[in-house]
């Protein structure tokens, strides 16, 4: 907020990006490549366009998007197509208008090449810190950015886009804590001078799937994903492209037991149980959220598909909950294929 004492800045920039997750290393990489001195600040270092969920880029409503985005001289279509392990375009047996590319990437790997991409950008520096407060002059203009252990960086201009972190926090039944996503901080700060500024803030609900180990699970009795045979690519610029080996996803189903064990134990997720006051989004709702609201069908779809090349994590796609933590691996075993999984992660 407005100092009442001169600010001592540790250096200036033309833009100080806030956050390092897609939107924030587009937006820092924009910048230094117009020629603009950029600061990206981010809350760690090893997580530079780290992707909280599923490691997927594209698929319906936003494949559209990564080629727009790379049309704009941006990186996401050029990630995904260096660090792909399955493509597939979804819709391709309907019209072409809603074709949808979709890949599965390996979430480290992207995470590793964003990294080595900004790091070499030129005009773009990258510092580890979180962002408490903007720095503003007599009239609230924008001056700089000051971190949580109190160093300050002057900016013509400040991006802000810090995803889930501001004020965050994870619920697993009825237990929560403060967390920006799973395994880290929450920001803190920010909100409160974004609030005072006159901007309302309010509370958006998301969720993710337990993670399983793929040496668990019995492929035999899944349907098989294959990825295309042609492949397809985001990027409009041919040496982005990276022919590779890729990787079966697989898809299987709940059961009548999935359904009765979710149904006797809905009082127990945060939504149901009355611990929060949210809506889940359209796009992914829980599991609990599917058998309540389509009541009518005796199935959903699960997908399984692979979270890298090298580690044995698998993604349970349509399978996100909220409910107890000690319930999630009964309910993954309802799954054909998965009556004797381990889960490495809860949901
Ligand atoms: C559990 C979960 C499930 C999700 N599922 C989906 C999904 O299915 N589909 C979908 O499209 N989206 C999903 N999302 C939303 C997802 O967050 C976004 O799609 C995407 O990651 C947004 O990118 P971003 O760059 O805006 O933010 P993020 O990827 O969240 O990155 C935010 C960045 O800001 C940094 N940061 C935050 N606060 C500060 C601060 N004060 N100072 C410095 N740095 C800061 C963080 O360190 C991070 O680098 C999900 C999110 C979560 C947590």
């Known amino acids: 907020m407005t100092p009442q004492t001169p600010i001592e800045f540790q250096d200036e920039f033309d833009i100080i990006v806030i956050g390092a997750g897609h939107s924030g290393c587009e937006a820092a990489l924009a910048g230094a490549r117009l020629g603009c001195r950029t600061l990206m600040l981010t809350l760690n270092l090893d997580k530079i366009a780290w992707q909280p969920c599923n490691p997927a880029v594209g698929g319906p409503a936003k494949s559209q998007l990564a080629h727009e985005v790379d049309a704009?001289?941006?990186?996401i279509g050029k990630m995904a197509d260096r660090t792909y392990l399955q493509k597939r375009v979804l819709n391709s047996s309907r019209g072409p208008a809603v074709w949808a590319l979709r890949a599965q990437t390996d979430k480290r790997e992207y995470?590793?090449?964003m990294k080595n991409v900004v790091e070499n950008q030129a005009n773009l520096v990258i510092?580890?810190?979180m962002a408490t407060d903007l720095v503003l002059g007599k009239n609230d203009e924008v001056l700089g950015v000051q971190t949580y252990f109190g160093a300050n960086f002057a900016a013509k201009a400040v991006i802000i886009t810090t995803?889930?972190?501001l004020g965050g926090c994870i619920w697993v039944g009825n237990k929560s804590m403060p967390a920006g996503r799973a395994g880290e901080f929450a920001a803190t700060g920010l909100t409160d001078t974004l609030n005072q500024l006159g901007f309302e803030t309010g509370r958006l609900k998301t969720g993710t799937p337990a993670r399983v180990d793929k040496r668990s699970v019995d492929y035999s009795k899944m349907?098989?994903?294959?990825p295309d045979k042609e492949v397809r690519w985001?990027?409009?610029d041919p040496e982005a492209w990276v022919e590779r080996e890729q990787m079966n996803c697989y898809l299987t189903r709940t059961t009548p037991e999935t359904h009765q064990l979710i149904q006797d134990n809905l009082h127990l997720s945060p939504v149901y149980g009355g611990f929060i006051d949210a809506k889940g989004p359209?796009?992914?709702p829980s599991i609990e959220d599917k058998i309540v609201r389509f009541a009518h069908k005796d199935s959903h779809q699960i997908?399984?598909?692979p979270e890298g090349r090298e580690i044995p994590e698998l993604y349970i796609q349509g399978f996100s909950t909220g409910l107890p933590e000690n319930l999630q691996l009964a309910m993954l075993r309802t799954l054909p294929g998965m009556e004797n999984c381990v889960m490495l992660r809860p949901a």
């Open 72 to 75: 704009l001289g941006g990186e």
């Open 111 to 113: 995470s590793r090449v």
């Open 127 to 129: 510092r580890e810190g």
């Open 163 to 165: 995803g889930t972190f």
């Open 223 to 226: 349907e098989v994903q294959p």
């Open 234 to 236: 985001f990027s409009f």
């Open 282 to 284: 359209r796009y992914c």
């Open 303 to 305: 997908f399984i598909e």
